[in-house]
Structure formats: C-alpha cells, structure tokens
C-alpha cells in the first residue's frame, strides 16, 4: 500500500504567489523520499500539505483521502520533525517528549506511567536519557535535534515528515542524526524529509523528489534521479555525481 | 523512571500541602480585623451576641470566599495567557482586557445602572470587545512579529479604553459616581457579599473548572502553532476556547472586585517555579499561590490601618517587590 498519495497538487499563497504547480507522486510504505530543491522550490509548503497543516483534497494517506482523518487519528499516524523549535518555558527533556503521546491520551487527559515508559525509551534511543530531569533550554542544537527526533518516536507514527533535519548541524550531530534516522528506516518507518543537500538526500533516501519553481522535475529511485545533469538542472549551477571507492560523492 | 514517579508525588504533595496552608489561613484570617478591637480575636459572645455573628458570618467569611475565588480565577486566567501567546510576559491586561472591563463597568456607574448584574455584563462585553480588537489588530499591523504585534496592539486597544475612561470620569457625578469609579480602580474587596458572590461563583467555578482541564494541554498549545497541530491538537479551536474561557472569567472577578493588579503576572512564575513548567501542576500550583497572595493581601489591607488599604494597591505593591525577587534569583544550573 502507499504510505501517501499526491494528485495534480497545486499551491498559491493568498498572496497570489504560486507554490505549488500540478505535483503528482505515490510514497512507498516504508521507504525514505528526499525533497530536493533549492531555497523558495516549496519544499516546505509541500510539506505543510502532506501534515494536513494546510488543507487540501487531493492528498490520499494509506487509502484514504488525508481530511476524512480525524486530528488525533492524523497524530498516530503522521508525525512532524521541525527544522527547529522556539521555547519560551524551560520544561523538562522528559516532560517535552511527552508532549508526543497526546494522540493517545483524551481530549483532557494527561500523561500516564506508560507514556512516561514510552518517552523515556524514545530518550534512550536518541541517547538523551540521562538528560530528562534536564531543561531543554540547557540542550545544545545537536541535542535539541535529537530531542525533536524523541519526541517524534514517542509519538509511534509510522510516517515522520522532517524538515530540513541535519540543516544546522556539525558533522557530529548530522552523522548521529543520520545514524538514528536509517535506525528508524530500518525498523520500517516510511521517512519524507526535505532538504537542500544533495548528499544527505543520496545518503537517507531510497527515492528523491526534485522541486524546482513548484513544479516537480523529477521523481524516482535514487541510482536513476541523482545525476549530475539532473542536479545542474535542478540547482541551475554545474553539479558532479562521483563514486569515490563505495562512496557516492555529490559537489 | 522512578525519577519521574518521584517526581510526580512530590508535587502532588506539594499541591495538597499549599491547599491546607490556603484553608488553615483562611480559617485563621477569619479571626482577624478591626472588631471588637485590633488583631486575631476569638469570637467568645458568638452565641449571644448578633453582630459578632454578622460580622464573621455576612463580612469576613464572604471577604474571604472571594479572595480566595479571585486569586484562583485571576491567576489561572494570567497563567493561560502566557502559555497561549508563549510569552511569560503576558496577562489579561496585556491585551485590554482589564481596561474593556473598566470601561464597562465605568460606563453603566455613570449611566445609573449599577446594579451587579448591569456593571457585570457590561464589564464582560468590553473585555472581550477589547480582546477581540487586540487580536484582530494584530492581525492587520504590518511590524514586526505575531507576538510584538499583539503586545503593541493590546497597548493600543488599552490606551484607547483608558481615554474613553478618563472621559466618563471627566463627566461622572463627582461626589458619587467619580468615588465609586475611583474606588472601583483600586480594587476592592469592601462590597463582597454572599449574594454578589453568588451571581458569579458558578460561572467563575466553570471557568476554572475549563482551564483546569485543559491543564497539559496547554504546555502544546505554549509551542508553535504547527507543532501542536501535528501531535493531534486542533491550535485554532483551542485558543479561542481558553481565549474566552479566561477573558469571561477574568471579567466577571473584575465587575465585583474592581481592578486587581499583578497576580494574573507574578503568581505564574511563582507556581513554574515551585513546580516546573509543566502546566499540569503550574497551573493548578499557581491558583493556590493566587488565593494564598490575595487573601493575605486583604487581610493586611483591612487589618493594618484603621482606614482599608485597597486590595489592588497592596497587591500590585507587594507584586511588584515578589516579581523582582523572582527576577533576581538565578535558577539552578540546568534544572527543568
């Protein structure tokens, strides 16, 4: 089954600019689908539209068109990893990973034990366990990514929609992210994450979409998409796909 | 784990513990006044003598009921402000509604229907007129960020009910209607009666009983507005729920007890830092802390003096030396 489904989506800002032009594509459950563009390709409003954040007809998830699920049903089934997160109180590691089990709980429920059990197993697996009495004001910006990543696991959505997720990270971090984001590929999460980084896209992905001035310019397995012509064209500069030993090299 | 579950009974505790200081107080406050003589006394000729009996039974114990009401209701509704605009920053007044609620209940003083139920439903309309036009300004202004912009629309909104109050107190009566309103801007607690308290307590109690349950949901709704949407929230609806729920309570307090400054502010980051930020007990923690701050308050303002102190002097004193200290302390290194 497809995990989601796009037809003939277009997009326009009520200010008249046009984000989206006739985007048609079909996500494998269980694959990993890079969003490739430059800045302003609308990467991120097609993002948006796959949350549900922006309403539209047109996008089918797992059979069904995307508005007939209810907003709690949409929580357990989709999950959102921002590029980043403002805080203007310092809640704690655990209690902000918590904040992803509220698909689960009633609408004036709160948290129980087995959410706590299910958060703090999110925790240790992005490694921050011993950090959930902590302030998540105290975490630095590899930390803070993985707090995100924690609170997106807890949430037990199949489907994690991620938004530039390695953007402004040190090598570090990204390889650790990167680690834990094929962990969860490999435990059969379907992944979307957009971004502008042609090497993260060929790394993590098993498909890429490329989106240029809104319009899809391509769409398909990666060994077949990422080409050095495609990407000149995508990124309108000259771009060079190069198999250094077992490595695939994008500059 | 058995961090978290340690956790979680100490502040249970910590929750009950406050809510016996607040009724053992309010046991004890009811002792204390200007009657018979200064100072705590024991009511020894309850059973002879009328006035004690009216006195403890029709003035204090009302005084106090409402006290402890409005410390709760003022101070949730400031607590939910702050989380729903995300900004520790906020209160009610931010945003115009407590100078609506003046001008309302201003506004029905000098057109001679002071009746509760008159000066109530005007306060309430304007609050929430002033709120709405905070809102929808903001969405209108061309500067800044959503929160600048609301900060400075709710100034706007607030100057402008300010005006129009300094007119109604330009041509109210002024050996009457001018000293109600006066009065009435200082906050009071002087009028409270148990029919008065009556023609709120059961809206007021559904209020807090709302904000209560929307509790931990508030910590989503404190996030950005796409967040708390993708864990299964809806941010819009919500907002204007609580939104209302607040403004309405915050109001009706306001239409009995006159304008009571700072609690909405300081007792949330009181009960953040007493209880961490997770609104499923700050919340709660800050309503005790409210009841507690204003039932000590009236109690000095009719105990000190042989003239009352108005509540709402005292308590925006006493508020604003509480925010400084708490601005002051530096918090534990790390600690959530």
Known sequence: ?251 | MNDYSKEQRHRRGLLSSLCLLTLLLAFLFLFAGRYPSPGFRLPLDWSTNAMTRTIYLQVRLPRIVLAILSGAMLSASGFTFQMLFSNPLVEPGFLGVSQGSAFGAALMMVLGASSTIAVQTSATFFGLLALVCSYFLATRFRFGGWLLRLVLSGIAVSAIFSSALAVIKLVAEPTKDLQDITFWMMGGLWNASWRQIGSIVWIVTACILILLGFRWKMNLLSLQEKTSFSVGLSPKRDRVILLVVATVGTTLIISITGLIGWVGLITPHLGRKLFGSDSAYSLPGSMIIGSLFLLVCDTLGRTLLSSEIPIGLLSSFLGAIIFIIILSLRNQEGKA
């Not at chain 1, 089954?1 to 594509?25: C, Q, R, W």
């Not at chain 1, 834990?180 to 790394?203: G, I, M, Q, V």
Request: hydrophobic letters at 40%; glycine letters at 8%; one cysteine or more.
């Open chain 1, 1 to 251: 089954m497809n995990a989601l489904e796009v037809h003939d989506l277009s997009f326009t800002y009520p200010s008249g600019s046009v984000a989206l032009k006739h985007i048609t594509l079909s996500i494998k459950e269980g694959s990993s689908v890079a969003i490739l563009g430059s800045n302003g390709a609308g990467k991120s409003t097609l993002l948006d539209l796959l949350l549900g954040w922006k309403e539209d007809s047109r996008i089918i998830l797992r059979g069904r068109s995307l508005q007939s699920y209810g907003r709690k049903e949409l929580g357990r089934t989709l999950a959102l990893v921002p590029q980043s997160e403002q805080y203007n109180f310092s809640f704690s590691v655990l209690d902000y990973v918590l904040f992803g089990r509220s698909p689960y709980l009633s609408s004036l429920g709160t948290p129980g034990e087995k959410d706590a059990l299910i958060a703090y197993a999110a925790l240790k697996e992005v490694g921050l366990s011993e950090y959930a009495q902590r302030s998540i004001t105290n975490l630095s910006g590899g930390e803070h990514q993985l707090l995100l990543l924690a609170r997106a696991i807890a949430q037990e959505s199949n489907i994690l929609l991620l938004d530039e997720p390695t953007s402004a990270l040190d090598p570090a971090n990204r390889k650790k992210v990167l680690g834990l984001l094929k962990s969860l590929h490999a435990k059969n999460r379907t992944l979307l994450f957009t971004t502008h980084d042609a090497n993260l896209a060929y790394e993590l992905a098993t498909h890429v979409a490329m989106l240029k001035n809104g319009e899809l310019i391509c769409y398909g397995e990666k060994e077949k998409v990422v080409t050095s012509e495609m990407l000149t064209t995508l990124y309108d500069t000259h771009m060079h796909v190069a198999l250094v030993g077992q490595t695939t090299l994008i500059y």
